[in-house]
């Protein structure tokens, strides 16, 4: 059996994955795709794209994250022809970055390579980031100049950083003398063909999904944003189609007959290497050993081997890309919800593929693993900064006698825009009355991942109120992800 056999094997069951998650409310809609080294072999949708019709492998979507891999790729091509040296300190690109005070007197200035591999020291931070798309280069800079938050020591440790790759957008407009958008497109999408791959719904010729969010049993549209200084970090939107040759470009390096590009097989292999181990607690529950190469994530798995992938979330959107080492075989789906973590079911519709070949190659079925929701415990408390505990005193407060305007003082902007302060405050009055929570009790229990983020519960009369923030990058520790969760005892 081929590996195009492998697929028809298993596509009813794939396309019932993406059905069922919107029967079940995930997202308006969802569209799906599987490839082999060569090209798209099958495709599905469901749902409303928004005009009455169901997507199809030419609907475009916003696929956020998925964008760092063509970041990756162009910064790459520019190494290729002498202009850039991946070891060059960002400072060198970014003059307003000397402003920022290192975290010790011996740290080195984040590098190209350590911004590429998440490895900078810079705090995750999607919620916020995912709202800075459309400010310009001087807004950057200026946010820049009122200093940054460090997780870790530049060049030592992982954390998901969209301000880094923000900061590669700038390198590439630098060196290459052209906005990042016209440079990504220049250099990478269109010389691939990739035409409906673009940074503005304006410039697609395709029908461009709306994105939504959940609210009171329906879904609430979305406004679209436009591209700026941060798309870099996931301004881009494309098809089924486009994206699954992208992953075929990329994945065709590791083939015996490497496809030509822009980039080289080299250099797509160079991409797709693990250069910088990912934390456990940054993919809970996850068998497989993960780790970031250049704009794209490489998991190891006991029976399938390397597997590359990355996803994509913004507002509205969640979008997710993965593929095989060593058969090429591939996965690509979007949504149009936001938080609908389409990578879940793109993860099991890459697994029954895998299988499916595996299955087919050995002549016998591949054991089945038990898929079991892990919930780690923790007794101890990552050393939190000065300003993360300012923080939650601070939202310990706000919990208690909730004001917009010390919301505004605590909070970055986009808390508010992510989920409304009305809908917010009633969320947490039913939280606590859920368990019956006592919101002047001491903490019962902490956990820190890393400095800048602190989930903490306070004790209830039939269970436990779990608190969780997480600050945005700037120096002035503001809390950019709130969440307030009952968690009921069980009876």
């Avoid at 029967?23 to 099958?42: M, N």
């Avoid at 992510?418 to 006592?438: C, E, I, K, L, T």
Wanted: proline share 7%.
């Amino acid at each position: 059996m081929t590996g195009r056999q492998a697929i028809a094997a298993v596509v009813d069951q794939v396309d019932e994955l993406f059905r069922a998650r919107v029967e079940q409310g995930i997202a308006p809609s969802s569209v799906w795709g599987v490839f082999d080294r060569s090209a798209l072999v099958a495709s599905g949708g469901h749902g409303d794209r928004g005009d009455g019709r169901r997507p199809d492998a030419d609907t475009v979507y916003r696929i956020a994250s998925c964008t760092k891999s063509v970041t990756a790729a162009t910064l790459l091509t520019l190494v290729a022809r002498g202009a850039l040296d991946l070891d060059a300190p960002i400072t060198d690109f970014v003059p307003a970055f000397d402003a920022v005070t290192l975290p010790t007197p011996d740290s080195p200035v984040p590098t190209v390579r350590m911004l590429l591999t998440m490895s900078a020291g810079l705090p995750t931070d999607d919620p916020w980031a995912d709202r800075q798309e459309s400010i310009s280069d001087a807004e950057l800079d200026e946010f820049l100049r009122g200093g940054l938050l460090f997780d870790s020591l530049p060049g030592t440790r992982f954390a998901y950083s969209n301000l880094g790759y923000a900061l590669l957008g700038r390198v590439v407009a630098v060196v290459s003398g052209q906005p990042f958008t016209e440079a990504a497109s220049d250099a990478v999408l269109r010389p691939l063909g990739l035409t409906d791959t673009v940074f503005s719904a304006d410039a697609s010729s395709g029908f461009v999904v709306a994105g939504a969010r959940g609210h009171e049993g329906g879904w609430e549209p979305l406004p679209m944003t436009g591209p700026g200084a941060f798309s870099s970090i996931g301004g881009l939107f494309s098809t089924v189609r486009d994206l699954a040759r992208w992953a075929t470009h990329l994945g065709s390096a590791f083939s015996a007959a490497p496809e030509p590009g822009p980039v080289s097989p080299a250099d797509r292999r160079l991409m797709q290497q693990a250069m910088r181990v990912v934390p456990s607690s940054v993919v809970p529950g996850s068998a497989r050993a993960t780790a970031y190469g250049f704009g794209l994530f490489v998991e190891q798995d006991d029976r399938f081997g390397e597997l590359v992938s990355h996803s994509g979330g913004y507002p509205g959107f969640s979008a997710h890309m993965r593929w095989s080492v060593r058969d090429g075989l591939g996965v690509v789906a979007f949504e149009n919800a936001t938080q609908a973590k389409v990578s879940a079911a793109a993860q099991q519709a890459h697994d029954l593929v895998l299988d499916g070949a595996q299955t087919a190659a050995s002549g016998s079925p591949t054991p089945a693993t038990d898929a079991t929701d892990v919930t780690a415990a923790s007794t101890g408390v990552a050393t939190t900064t000065r300003g993360t505990r300012a923080a939650q005193a601070a939202v310990t407060r706000l919990l208690a006698d909730w004001r917009d305007d010390l919301a505004d003082a605590i909070c970055t902007p986009n808390v508010a825009m992510d989920v409304p302060y009305d809908r917010r405050r009633r969320a947490v009055a039913q939280a606590v009355a859920d368990v019956g929570a006592d919101l002047t009790a001491a903490p019962v229990a902490e956990y820190s991942a890393v400095p800048s983020h602190l989930r903490w519960w306070l004790p209830g009369t039939c269970g436990r109120l779990r608190i969780e923030i997480r600050l945005a990058p700037a120096a002035a520790a503001r809390v950019q992800t709130l969440n307030v969760v009952a968690e009921p005892s069980e009876r």
